[in-house]
């Protein structure tokens, strides 16, 4: 297994890393997937079956649920929490995993702090702003804010 440049920190077995990965203490990570050239900040989780693409960045604070897969040259701000069970029943799954749902964040997406992503797919070249709340899936290009986030602007 390779290993990351971890900056005094103990990371389980099931995590698979890439080259050039760097993890600043304290971190949780397991049964993850980590590409080459991510940075993880401290106080971050990433949770099984996650995925993070080669050179994505995840700032500080950061939850990331299991079932989400984000891509390549993404950033993830400070805090952004990320959301696999919508309460479709009225409440918390609590262990029916099959009631969770998926995340798809294309590439070169750039996620504002404390913003919250619920089961959604998000398409290439996306800014989400600040404090955000994604609760449909974004399928155009641009920059996005707000709660329930709407595009306010095109990208270029």
């Known amino acids: 297994m390779k290993q990351p440049n ?9 995590v698979d890393f890439g080259e050039n990965v ?27 079956d996650v995925e993070i693409g080669n050179r994505t960045r995840v700032q500080s604070h950061t939850f990331i649920c299991e079932l989400v897969t984000i891509g390549k040259d993404c950033f993830i701000g400070h805090g ?5 069970d919508s309460f479709s029943e009225g409440g918390p799954a609590r ?7 998926s995340t798809k ?3 070169q997406v750039s996620i504002g702090s404390n913003a919250t992503i619920l089961p959604v797919q998000i398409c290439d070249d ?13 399928t155009k290009p641009g920059i996005y804010a707000g709660n329930p986030a ?7």
């Open 22 to 48: 760097t993890i600043v203490e304290p971190v949780n990570l397991y049964g993850c997937k980590i590409h080459d050239e991510v940075f993880i900040g401290p106080f971050v989780e990433i949770q099984k």
């Open 6 to 14: 971890i900056k005094g920190i103990t990371v389980r077995d099931d």
């Open 150 to 156: 709407v595009k306010i602007k095109d990208l270029k």
């Open 126 to 138: 996306v800014v989400i702003g600040a404090g955000a709340v994604v609760t449909k899936s974004i």
């Open 95 to 101: 262990g029916k995993k099959s009631l969770w749902k």
């Open 80 to 84: 952004v929490m990320f959301i696999n």
């Open 105 to 107: 964040i294309g590439n």
